[in-house]
């Protein structure tokens, strides 16, 4: 026993600090996926990453573009200043790409994210700053060329510059001020340098590249905003996780604490039962014998009639328990049906000759009204018999002198069977049918005008016919009466076989066949 107890603590003591564990990581997580954008670090850290890994992902692709535009700046350049700004590109681009990579390694409760921005910003102004050197990539050899040369030049510089800022755009909408540090300083370049060169053409490219960064900036403005939304989604979408995940906790709390309830329930009915049907046993056999005299006469009469209350009380309380004992394997799952073909009829008629005695003694009349025609049923006996008894017993219990019960059996017009019991009795407020109809439950007139019962006949009557597939019901009528009605399915029901064939054909049909075969063998023979 002491070692169940104890396997039984630490048991208790695991599921409890799961619990606690699985309780603060939905604490944790609710904490940290409430509030807005504004004020969230988990929203701001979800854009910076996003930046981030875009720019790992791209690594190649930058250095890849900017090799491409020296070599094209070698028309009108000289070699040596296009590879110059050629190797500051790449240099920048590794600086931004390696602190990229090392915000990303990093556990993210230990990231300080207002110096990691800052950083980014930095490295990205770097980065923008060395792509706006190509503006002053053959600057002073542009001067001496031809205008064909610089013409193409800074058509050339204007294109790159699109470029560049539609995929700044790309990579660093989701946190404006990289973008802006990624793209302003090519913008101020390359205005200056189309507006210097003081044609009309080269003033509108000027303030078509002015136009230009505005609305990519704009652009940018939506998708942050985009990005923004996407993360209140998936915060929106884990929190319900998270609240999910908190029912089903709390869910499976439930479930284990009504087990443990229901196995402590079943263990203590199981020792009570013993325990209380033992002394019961005694007390009703003593008092038993004491009431008949058996070993002599008691000499004072009160004596008598006390053993005889000391009886009739052993004998309620048995029934108690046996009533309770029942109602807890119905609602267990425990309660195991025995059918078998049997029927309706008889089952009322023993029950009626139980109780006829009781009845006499209040001068109550029961009528029996039953169909004789009725098929027999597929059903527990001892349920159905449990059934019809607590149905009359609660009639002649709450049935005042002089009154009537009525037994009625029948059947349905679903092709099933019914028991009705009906009484004359003080009835039920219509208010009331629901609670005696509850585990303890009772009528307030009803048990004001009859004898105390224990409210547990009718939830077992309504049990047993459920196990059944079957229905209660009941009626009642303030100072009317009440009628309990219970009824079998169809499916109860042992309905018996039509013959295969009329009976006496049997014959006439094998003599018929023997006579067609030998017709047969005569005609072949012949």
């Given at each position: 026993m002491a070692r169940n107890e104890t396997v039984d603590h630490l048991e208790r003591q695991r599921r409890r600090d799961t619990r606690k564990r699985s309780a603060d990581d939905i604490r944790a997580a609710r904490e940290r996926l409430s509030g807005s954008a504004a004020n969230k670090p988990e929203f701001k850290y979800e854009l910076i990453a996003m930046f981030a890994r875009n720019e790992v992902g791209a690594a190649v692709t930058m250095p890849?573009?900017?090799?491409?535009?020296a070599l094209a700046a070698m028309f009108w350049a000289p070699v040596a200043e296009a590879i110059t700004w050629l190797g500051l590109v790449i240099a920048a681009k590794v600086i931004l790409i390696e602190n990229c990579r090392r915000f990303l390694a990093q556990p993210r409760d230990q990231i300080n994210l207002a110096a990691w921005r800052r950083r980014l910003v930095i490295c990205e102004l770097l980065n923008g700053t060395t792509w706006a050197g190509f503006a002053l990539v053959g600057v002073s050899a542009a001067a001496m060329a031809a205008p064909g040369t610089v013409f193409a030049s800074n058509v050339f510089l204007f294109a790159t510059f699109i470029v560049l800022l539609a995929i700044r755009m790309s990579f660093g909408s989701t946190v404006m001020g990289i973008l802006y540090a990624g793209t302003l300083p090519m913008a101020l370049v390359v205005v200056v340098r189309l507006i210097l060169s003081g044609e009309p053409f080269f003033l509108a490219l000027a303030s078509m590249a002015v136009g230009v960064q505005i609305y990519f900036i704009f652009l940018a403005m939506g998708l942050h905003s985009t990005a923004v939304a996407m993360h209140e989604f998936r915060a929106q979408k884990d929190a319900l996780i998270s609240e999910l995940e908190e029912a089903r906790l709390l869910s499976d709390e439930?479930?284990?604490?009504?087990?443990?309830?229901?196995?402590?329930?079943?263990?203590?009915?199981?020792?009570?039962?013993?325990?209380?049907?033992?002394?019961?046993?005694?007390i009703m056999g003593f008092s038993e014998v004491m009431t008949g005299e058996v070993m002599g006469p008691i000499g004072n009469p009160v004596y008598k009639e006390y053993a005889n209350n000391i009886h009739d009380s052993g004998k309620h309380l048995l029934n108690l328990i046996n009533e309770i004992l029942d109602l807890s394997r119905i609602e267990a799952g425990r309660y195991e049906l025995h059918e078998e073909p049997l029927r309706l009829a008889d089952i009322?008629?023993?029950?009626?000759?139980?109780?006829?005695?009781?009845?006499q003694s209040k001068d109550v009349e029961i009528v029996e009204d039953y169909d004789e025609t009725l098929a027999q049923v597929w059903a527990d006996q001892r349920a159905l018999r449990q059934i019809c008894l607590n149905l009359l017993s609660n009639a002649l219990k709450f049935t005042p002198k002089g009154g009537r019960v009525t037994v009625t059996l029948g059947p349905t017009t679903d092709g099933g069977q019914y028991l009705s019991v009906l009484d004359t009795g003080p009835g039920i407020p219509a208010?009331?049918?629901?609670?005696?109809?509850?585990?303890?439950?009772?009528?307030s007139l009803a048990h004001e005008n009859a004898e105390g019962g224990?409210?547990?006949?009718?939830?077992i009557v309504q049990n047993l016919i459920e196990l059944h597939g079957g229905a209660f019901e009941l009626l009642s009528e303030l100072r009317k009466g009440t009628e309990a009605i219970i009824t079998l399915p169809k499916q109860r029901i042992l309905s018996a076989l039509p013959p295969l064939q009329p009976l006496g054909q049997e014959r006439h049909r094998e003599v018929s066949t023997r006579s067609g075969r030998n017709g047969r063998l005569r005609a072949a023979v012949g």
């Open positions: 890849a573009m900017a090799i491409i535009f439930a479930r284990r604490r009504a087990e443990a309830a229901n196995k402590a329930k079943s263990r203590f009915l199981a020792t009570m039962s013993h325990e209380l049907r033992t002394p019961l046993n005694a009322a008629e023993d029950c009626v000759r139980l109780l006829k005695l009781r009845a208010d009331e049918i629901p609670k005696v109809l509850q585990v303890f439950g009772q009528g224990t409210g547990l006949g009718l939830p």
